[in-house]
């Protein structure tokens, strides 16, 4: 199974491409996760990004499809993958498509999580992140403790820099100019399904099984 998650900051792509990476057995590949790693053990590639992830711009697409590709072509992939944040761009589209090509394996489905900007910025304003393991904290539905410690690894809790409104808000915009055209190129080809992600996140998760089992009878 080979998945694309579109959808805007804070739509919840990576809540749900961990559930159903789990589900179906195959990696998530989160560039946005790929590069605050990168940037933690301060490697070329992490500082390369940095200022264009403060900002919420796109990192340059050259630096991202080299990072895909490499990513792409570890074995665990050969069973599958899910794109959670790439493509972001009609260049990063096109270069997947011609590296799935060349590797004869073609897309199944891309999925777009759909909520409004509003619901948007009151998720990303209250996210708060482990920084050891990663775990999700939300004021609005997981509030974090008041001591600021992972109950799941005892880790630091924090923000991301870029989850502060003025850089939520430039984010929409670049996901309104860079990423929404990505949705009518997908259309074209017929492997375009979009679900309500207004919702739960159990309901959402339910919404993306259906479609995906359905895409495969
Ligand atoms: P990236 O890390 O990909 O961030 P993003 O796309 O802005 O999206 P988020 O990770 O913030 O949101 P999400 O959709 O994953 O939502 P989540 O599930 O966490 O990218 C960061 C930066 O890296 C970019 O700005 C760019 O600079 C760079 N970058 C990355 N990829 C790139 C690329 N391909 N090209 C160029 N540059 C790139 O949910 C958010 C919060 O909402 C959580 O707290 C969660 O608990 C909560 N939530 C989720 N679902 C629900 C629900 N159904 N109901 C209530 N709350 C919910
Ligand atoms: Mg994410
Ligand atoms: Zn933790």
């Known amino acids: 199974m080979r998945l694309i998650f579109l959808g805007a900051p804070g739509a919840g792509k990576g809540t749900q491409a961990k559930r159903v990476s789990e589900k179906y ?18 490697i070329e590639l992490g ?20 990072l895909i590709k490499k990513r792409l072509q570890k074995s665990d992939c050969e069973k599958g ?15 997947l498509e011609s590296l799935l090509y060349e590797l004869d394996n073609p897309l199944d ?25 990663g775990a999700d904290y939300n004021f609005a539905t997981n509030p974090p403790p008041e001591n600021m410690i992972c109950t799941i ?9 870029d989850d502060k409104e003025e850089t939520i808000l430039n984010r929409l915009n670049v996901y309104a100019n860079e990423t929404i055209p990505l949705i009518s190129f997908y259309k074209e080809k ?10 739960e996140p159990d309901a959402v998760f339910d919404s993306i099984v259906a479609i995906l089992e359905e895409k495969n009878k």
């Open 190 to 199: 017929g492997i375009l399904k979009s679900v309500d992600g207004m919702s």
């Open 153 to 161: 690894c005892g880790g630091e809790i924090y923000q991301r820099s």
């Open 25 to 42: 057995n195959i990696p998530q590949v989160s560039t946005g996760d790929i590069l605050r790693a990168a940037l933690n053990e301060g």
């Open 109 to 133: 489905s891309v999925v777009s999580i759909d909520v409004s900007e509003e619901k948007i910025v009151g998720r990303l304003t209250n996210r708060r992140l482990c920084r050891k393991c």
């Open 81 to 95: 993958f899910l794109l959670d944040g790439f493509p972001r761009s009609l260049p990063q589209a096109e270069a």
């Open 47 to 66: 500082l390369k990004a940095k200022s264009f992830m403060e900002s919420g711009e796109l990192v340059p697409d050259s630096v991202i499809i080299d």
